[in-house]
């Protein structure tokens, strides 16, 4: 049995009580609207991260956020209780999820127009959300392309080519469970030697990298 990671979309009206939630690995981003998280107030395009039991407290004029969980084997889904729309988006076994003490770390991808990764692999598996503009995904021999909204998971063992749109910038975010040791440090790993001299265009910001524990069935 493998942990489980899931990412929900929750739109919470504003004015309500305050909604809590369980402990348990997550990382929380405001796609819309406003919130306040155990004294933290987040707006659109801000983050939240931690592993104990929070309260979430929509703004006056409510919320829309995506919610990345890492739960143990053989969990079931969770929607939020009360909210306008509560709804699973992804949930992925993660067979591929390192041993030993683990990081969870939430952050965003951005590219030009235009711009690629080229091939390449991760220290840990991970759900990807686009969040603007949209991106080809090469693996395993077959494209999938993904718009605004569109989650996709990657295992980090698999290695993958990614071709932002080219007409406009592209950014997704991006939940992965990685070793410990990388605390602070690129997951990134080339497949191709050559394509190590090669510019990366990527923007990376992190919002969360936290020690966690191992979920436990």
């Given at each position: 049995?493998?942990?489980?990671?899931r990412?929900?979309e929750?739109?919470?009206?504003?004015?309500?009580?305050?909604?809590?939630?369980?402990?348990?690995?997550?990382?929380?981003?405001?796609?819309?609207?406003?919130?306040?998280?155990?004294?933290?107030?987040?707006?659109?395009?801000e983050?939240?991260?931690?592993?104990?039991?929070?309260?979430?407290?929509p703004?006056?004029?409510?919320?829309?956020?995506?919610r990345?969980?890492?739960?143990?084997?053989?969990?079931?889904?969770?929607?939020?209780?009360?909210?306008?729309?509560?709804?699973?988006?992804l949930?992925?076994a993660?067979?591929?999820?390192?041993?030993?003490?683990?990081?969870?770390?939430?952050?965003?991808?951005?590219?030009?127009?235009?711009?690629?990764?080229?091939?390449?692999?991760h220290?840990?598996?991970?759900?990807?959300?686009?969040?603007?503009?949209?991106?080809?995904?090469?693996?395993?021999?077959?494209?999938t392309?993904?718009?605004?909204?569109?989650?996709?998971y990657?295992?980090?063992?698999d290695?993958?080519?990614a071709?932002?749109?080219?007409?406009?910038?592209?950014?997704?975010?991006?939940?992965?469970?990685?070793p410990?040791?990388?605390l602070?440090k690129?997951?990134?790993?080339?497949?191709n030697?050559?394509?190590?001299?090669?510019?990366?265009?990527?923007?990376?910001?992190?919002?969360?990298?936290?020690?966690?524990?191992?979920?436990?069935a």
């Amino acid at each position: 049995m493998h942990p489980m990671l899931r990412l929900y979309e929750d739109s919470i009206s504003g004015g309500g009580a305050a909604v809590p939630l369980p402990a348990l690995a997550r990382m929380i981003f405001v796609v819309h609207g406003g919130l306040t998280i155990d004294g933290k107030t987040l707006s659109d395009g801000e983050a939240w991260g931690g592993e104990g039991a929070c309260l979430l407290t929509p703004g006056k004029d409510g919320v829309t956020l995506w919610r990345f969980e890492l739960a143990a084997p053989g969990s079931v889904s969770q929607p939020i209780k009360g909210a306008m729309r509560s709804q699973e988006k992804l949930a992925a076994a993660l067979e591929t999820a390192p041993q030993g003490e683990l990081l969870l770390r939430g952050d965003s991808v951005g590219f030009p127009a235009g711009g690629c990764a080229f091939l390449h692999k991760h220290w840990g598996p991970g759900i990807r959300c686009m969040l603007d503009g949209g991106i080809r995904i090469d693996t395993h021999g077959r494209s999938t392309s993904y718009g605004p909204g569109t989650p996709w998971y990657e295992t980090g063992s698999d290695p993958v080519f990614a071709q932002a749109a080219m007409d406009r910038p592209s950014r997704f975010i991006r939940v992965m469970v990685l070793p410990r040791t990388l605390l602070g440090k690129s997951s990134f790993l080339f497949v191709n030697e050559e394509d190590k001299a090669k510019p990366r265009v990527q923007q990376y910001k992190v919002f969360t990298d936290i020690p966690i524990a191992t979920p436990k069935a």
